[in-house]
């Protein structure tokens, strides 16, 4: 078990504009609205100079464009799909070698590279405590190669894999997998909640700074959804609130909800909103039917039961966010 | 003082590895490999050695963590054999393309199925177009040398590409025998502390391997060409060097025996090579003028050196432990390389090659039997 001092941390969106940093540079090659590459600005303000980015192929790889030039502005390896937790598992050992204590490898995966093809790297480097943070860019689908499906795809959804009738399938819980490793820190985080997912960046850089630290990170991606650059964010939040992607944390074992996912928790029928209005602006739903409906609702109570099951603890001054 | 151990091949490779101040270490298990990877996580757990051991959860992983290590601007290490290679051989690519200067050492193991752990070579093949330093042990002692000669090589800035050390499974790996174990001064001085040009690093960032548009890529691809070839003459500069060092000479690009006044000249690499000479002093006894060579290093492959050497000489046996299927000749990879460096000589020049498959699937090859091969055919 690690040990570290939780504090709560308090961000407004002004201090966010504010913080000029970034380690991805304008001019890069990511599409217009592309919620990846604001949830990658928005973390790297977190996370600060001392990094050294692990990308395997995803749209990260694409984002950064051509040589001789490069949209990143900290060290960065473009690996192979599979491999990139075990690649930031050398670069740990190498700076634990070395004695550079103060950078730590950060991975930055899209979800295929993390729920399917690298799931095994992934757990490896997490069954190690291997002294990394791994930061998972859900867009739930294989953005990159043409929004063919994958693990992270929701039930209901059209891709250009499962064009007709949709996937028929749950999501892979992979934050609850991680979580069940026994890792010091896990959460979930969405760009819909911009300083949420700040704080989360920054809890597992500044507060948390030994051992294997996940963050899951729901995001939009415009092309692949069909829907307006500027939307995106919007989008990303309606999966929040109707319960799709819920916000939460594993600190050490002890489970807490953040924000909306939490009130969505406690009163239901409150605060969820029903899935039918994050489905109706989505590409990959038009058409849906009545069993999609049926499904997703299936799969959201399913989820909500996996993390009741981790819940357990509370503290306020957590909560705040 | 020089050392003197009686030590199996693994263990040799795992001192080579010592002596080179490996800072990081990752494997898999593998059958015969799992020894060389044993011995180096024994004496970290004890104290004894300063590195970093990575456990990792397969061998694609292996080779993953060693290229993070390698880039980072620490030495790595790893080893592996048959199926565990195949399984990491995409990353092998990679640690070509990304200039990691690591060592993976290779125990050759049969491919499957059916199952069969002995020692063939054709997993090696496998690692040809890979961008690698292919070396190839014919003992434990040079084994040992090998891996030291190895990073020596690879870690040059002319070079900068990642090197295999490749020994026979079983026949070496799991074999005692006498080795000189250099002093740990005389190797550091002969391997200095591994500085890379580049690394990463957050106080000069770099982007390494995002995309390149094809015509500046074309370049990068034949500029690896020319890297190995580099290697040939630092190859050459190493075993000298070492030989100052050591009072031993171990480490050019081919090795003979007997060739000065061949007719029938004997090829192989590994372990053969040892079978060879052996079977060259029976040959002569019975009034065949015969001699050897052995292929050192494999990649890169010693063109020029064989076709001075091998020119002239009325009939050359190679024979291999590896074999691709469908292709020229009898299929042994070795032979085809051999042929491809005669294709320039005179027809009054050439040799007659015969391509001679031996001991694959981990069959015994003893002198005997090349002794026998070739009165068949002479």
Known sequence: MVEFDIKPIRVTNEELIENRFSNILKGNHACAGCGGTLAMRIISKAFGRNVIYVIPASCSSVRQGFIPKSAMACPVFNTAFASAAAVASGIAAALKYQGRDDVVPVVRAGDGGTVDIGLATLSGAAERQTNMIYVCYDNEEYGNTGYQRSGATPPGARTTTTPIKGKREFKKPVPVLMADHGVPYVATASIGYVPDMYKKAYRARRQIKNGFRYIHVHFTCPPGRGTDPRDCVGLAKLAVDTGLRPLYEVINGKRYLNGISKKQYLEPDKYMKPVEEYLKYQRRYRGYTEEDVELLNRYRDRYRDLIKRHVKYTNPELEEI | ?378
Do not use: C, W
Not at chain 2, 213 to 235: C, G
């Open chain 2, 1 to 378: 003082m020089t050392e003197y151990k009686v030590l199996s091949g693994s263990d040799a490779v795992a001192r080579g590895v010592r002596l080179s101040r490996v800072g990081v270490i990752a494997a898999y298990p593998i059958t015969p490999q799992t020894h060389i990877i044993e011995r180096l996580a024994e004496r970290i757990e004890a104290g004894e050695y300063n590195a970093q051991f990575i456990p990792v959860e397969s061998e694609h992983s292996a080779m993953s963590a060693v290229i993070g290590a390698s880039l980072t601007g620490v030495r790595a290490f790893t080893a592996t054999a048959s199926q565990g290679l195949l399984y990491m051989i995409e990353m092998l690519y990679r640690a070509a393309g990304a200039r990691a200067p690591l060592v993976l050492a290779l125990a050759n193991r049969t491919l499957g199925p059916p199952r069969n752990i002995r020692a063939e070579r054709t997993d090696l093949m496998a690692t040809r177009d890979t961008g690698f330093l292919i070396f190839f042990a014919k003992n434990n002692q040079e084994a040992l040398d090998m891996v030291i000669q190895a990073y020596k090589v690879a870690e040059n800035r002319d070079v900068l590409m990642p090197a295999l050390v490749s020994l026979e499974g079983f026949i070496l790996t799991h074999t005692y025998a006498g080795v000189k174990i250099p002093d740990q001064e005389i190797v550091d001085e002969f391997l200095p502390p591994y500085k890379p040009p580049v690394y990463l690093d957050p106080k000069r960032p770099l982007t390494m391997g995002n995309p390149m548009p094809p015509n500046m890529h074309h370049e990068y691809r034949i500029d690896f060409h020319k890297r190995l070839l580099n290697a040939k003459e630092l190859i050459k500069k190493a075993a000298k060097e070492r030989e100052k060092l050591t009072g031993r000479f171990t480490g050019d690009l081919i090795e003979t025996y007997m060739l000065e006044d061949a007719d029938v000249v004997l090829v192989s690499m590994g372990t053969i090579a040892e079978e060879m000479e052996v079977a060259v002093d029976k040959l002569r006894e019975d009034g065949i003028k015969a001699g050897s060579l052995r292929v050192r290093v494999f990649r890169p492959f010693p063109e020029e050196e064989i076709r001075e050497l091998l020119a002239g000489r009325k009939h050359v046996f190679v024979f291999t432990r590896s074999l691709s299927p469908g292709s020229v000749g009898n299929g042994g990879q070795l032979a085809m390389e051999i042929k491809a460096s005669l294709y320039e000589l005179g027809d009054d020049e050439k040799p007659k090659i015969h391509d001679v498959l031996v001991g694959l699937g981990g069959k015994d090859v003893p002198y005997s039997d090349l002794v026998k091969i070739v009165k068949g055919v002479i």
